[in-house]
């Protein structure tokens, strides 16, 4: 039983159309689901990814609508590190990113850089196996679009406390004399690496941090995973139907929330797998919140006319 890399990662804004605008605009991500915070429905709940919505590239947002920005600190993920084909790439969106106003920092092999609100992103060019996964844009040639998660960096203060649960209930691996662990299974994977916590001045949640990293299980693998957390004493959440897919969530010992999250049933469960994210959609039982719900969640800049316009409607009779 193996996880199969990184499934999805949730971050938070404080201003929900900026972040559509440059998650989908400068980066070119598709929305593959516009919903509501399960947990809040009052605030939108966005997931931004490849075609398919594929698990591997898939980076949501709370909105909290002007929420103060984040400082990361121990128990935080500060870093997205995001794959791309081919050197060529990073200069494609270091140029990309300079048009836009986004300063970045292109050295040996990465390009950094951070969103509107501060929340790191790395681009870099791995040599993996693993299905690139992309979106497409009219302003991103297919070569250089980004091609779903290579890991996350997080701060701990002590990762040494992390090491049992991680290599002996979660079946990461770490590589020789480093802080970076892969998790890999028989389709993906990805890494888990921590850096040295900056001085505890003000850390704290807020616009532009990350809220959990959630790692993908075959469906039917999923309960015994809980079970193993559940026994190496890290608490597990119940299983919870997210409806697009099922979540256990659980604290790693260096203070990182973690979830392992089900490969499906996936984000075209309830919608057209060509229309995916392009309007609020409601799990079931949030549904008689709908009209309520439009009247205060903020119009989005989204879908961009040539995603409406390129598919067909449908044949009038
Ligand atoms: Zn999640």
């Known amino acids: 039983m193996k996880l199969e890399g990184i499934h999805h990662i949730t971050a938070i804004t404080g201003d929900a159309v900026a972040n559509v605008e440059f998650y989908t605009g400068v980066l070119g991500l598709r929305m593959v689901k516009q919903t509501v915070n399960q947990d809040d429905p009052t605030v939108y709940h966005l997931f931004y990814g490849d075609e398919d919505g594929s698990p591997g590239m898939d980076l949501t947002f709370f909105e909290y609508p002007g929420a103060a920005p984040g400082v990361p600190g121990a128990g935080m993920v500060h870093r997205v590190v995001w794959r791309v084909g081919a050197a060529e790439a990073l200069a494609f969106w270091r140029d990309r990113l300079q048009a836009a106003g986004v ?108 809220h959990h990293v959630a790692f993908a299980s075959p469906k039917g693998e999923h309960e015994t995973w809980r079970l193993r957390v559940a026994q190496a004493g890290a608490h597990p959440t119940p299983v919870i139907d997210r409806f697009y897919f099922k979540s256990v969530y659980f604290r790693e010992p260096s203070g990182v929330l973690f979830e392992i999250a089900t490969i499906g049933p996936g984000f075209a469960v309830d919608e057209d797998a060509e229309h995916i994210g392009e309007r609020l959609s409601l799990p079931p039982r949030f549904e008689p919140l709908r009209e309520q719900l439009l009247e205060t969640l903020t119009p989005l800049p989204y879908p961009p006319s040539w995603r409406v316009e390129q598919s067909s409607p449908p044949v009038a009779s």
């Open 103 to 210: 300063r970045s920092q292109l050295a040996d092999g990465s390009l950094l850089f951070a969103d509107p609100e501060g929340l790191e992103h790395e681009l870099v060019v791995p040599d993996v196996p693993d299905e690139p996964l992309a979106a497409r844009s009219p302003e991103i040639p297919a070569e250089h679009a980004l091609q779903g998660f290579e890991g996350v960096r997080a701060y701990s203060s002590a990762p040494a406390r992390s090491e049992r649960l991680l290599a002996d209930t979660l079946g990461f691996v770490r590589a020789v004399g480093s802080e970076t662990w892969e998790v890999r299974g028989e389709q993906r994977g990805g890494f888990y690496a921590y850096d040295p916590a900056p001085p505890e001045i003000n850390r704290r949640q807020g616009a532009g941090s990350v």
